[in-house]
């Protein structure tokens, strides 16, 4: 059984980089889902560098032999907080003592966890700590998933509109990748729109004229509607809203994250790590609970529309990473997700929500050398996505524990 690969066992022994070896790189795959909704067997994947060549039929040796796998490209969690963990004391991060250093080895930990799980981007919603994470990541010194960072968010404290389009400006001087809206407050707060309608058309507007995507935290009709009316163009949690709100998605292309398993599981498993620590309180878990059975609902609602583009996403936070692909599972098994949407959401739609379509989340000629392979079939059985054996990025294997 082989576990991490030579050269990036020796990349973190050493702090060397990885890079994509010289010599073309082919890969057998038993079944093959390619991101956009296609299914292949017994096909060869060549690689150049840290890009795909071709997918064609098999013949000849390969490079590595994946015929009892299915192999997709890498997949994409849209919304992650690579930044928090427990403390040493396994209570919700709260530690006014923490160093910096001490802060960013936390990330470190849960990035790899990540990539270990079979996600090779993510996007951190967000701390400043991820700008430096995501450098250190893209220069090869670090294993971990491809980062993209809001590195702060804007509420409704940020200020006047004016003084919230400064803020977007100096979001983009400082090298955020999105922009993160709190147009709600915490589900644990009841979820109420906090921002005012002109302070959403600041942030949207302004974004908008900088190139800038927007992802709002939002629940509820009236918060969903400000927001897409704004301009916004993703919507993270969503959670309970009309038909219409469905509709108005539908029509505007706003991309949805909704969460309606791993998020709540983990709450729920860790809970007295979290009680007590600033909103999480008896009143709020009870309300996390109720969001966790209205999301249920209104998800399945807005998949029978067919025309809200829904990406994945988890809001990975302490106790959550690594564990990331708990949430196919939980929107198949009970959001009635078919299994080729829910793979879809998490590789092709979610590289388009994040503005990479025509680089990452289709195995196809020309794109990233991203693959992750899974014991079983994902389209049977959803549950084999916890069986994770093999995982590339950029054309290195990062994980090969295939029989």
Not at 216 to 226: M, V
Not at 304 to 326: I, P, S, W
Request: contains cysteine; charged residues 20%.
């Amino acid at each position: 059984m082989k576990t991490l690969c030579v050269s990036v066992l020796m990349m973190v022994l050493t702090g060397a980089s990885a890079t994509a070896q010289n010599t073309p790189i082919t890969i057998r795959a038993g079944r093959l889902i390619d991101g956009a909704g296609g299914v292949s067997e017994n096909v060869r994947i060549t690689l150049d560098g840290p890009r795909i060549a071709r997918v064609d039929r098999l013949r000849g040796a390969v490079t590595y032999d994946l015929s009892d796998l299915t192999v997709m490209p890498g997949w994409i969690d849209t919304h992650v907080h690579l930044t928090n963990h427990f403390d040493a004391d396994g209570r919700n991060h709260s530690d006014p003592d923490e160093t910096p250093e001490q802060a960013i080895l936390y990330a470190v930990e849960n990035a790899y966890r990540t990539l270990m799980a079979g996600f090779t981007t993510v996007q951190s919603l967000g701390s400043p700590r991820d700008l430096d994470l995501r450098e250190a990541i893209a220069r090869g010194g670090l294993p971990g998933p491809r980062i993209l960072t809001s590195l702060r968010a804007v509420n409704s404290r940020t200020g006047t509109p004016e003084e919230i389009r400064a803020f977007v400006r100096q979001l983009d001087a400082d090298g955020a990748d999105v922009v993160k809206i709190f147009a709600s407050a915490s589900i644990r707060e009841g979820g109420a729109q906090v921002m005012t309608d002109e302070q959403l058309q600041a942030v949207c507007g302004e974004a908008n004229q900088l190139g800038l995507r927007t992802v709002a935290h939002a629940y509820g009709t009236e918060s969903l509607t400000a927001t897409i009316e704004a301009g916004c163009g993703g919507i993270e949690h969503g959670t309970r809203y009309d038909d219409a709100v469905i509709a108005l998605m539908a029509d505007r292309g706003t991309y949805l994250d909704p969460q309606i398993g791993l998020l709540w599981e983990n709450y729920a498993e860790h809970k007295e790590a979290f009680l007590g620590r600033g909103n999480y309180t008896e009143e709020g878990f009870a309300l996390m609970e109720q969001a966790r059975v209205t999301g249920y609902e209104t998800f399945q609602r807005t998949l029978a529309h067919g025309g809200v583009r829904v990406v994945y996403g988890t809001d990975a936070v302490a106790g959550a990473h690594g564990r990331n692909a708990e949430e196919f599972v939980a929107r198949v098994r009970y959001g009635l997700q078919d299994p080729m949407d829910a793979i879809i959401s998490a590789t092709s739609r979610a590289a388009e929500a994040l503005g990479l379509a025509d680089q990452i989340g289709t195995l196809a000629p020309g794109f990233a050398a991203d693959l992750v392979a899974v014991a079983g079939n994902p389209l049977d059985d959803i549950t084999a996505v916890r069986g994770v054996m093999f995982v590339m990025k950029g054309g290195v294997v990062y994980k090969n524990v295939a029989p």
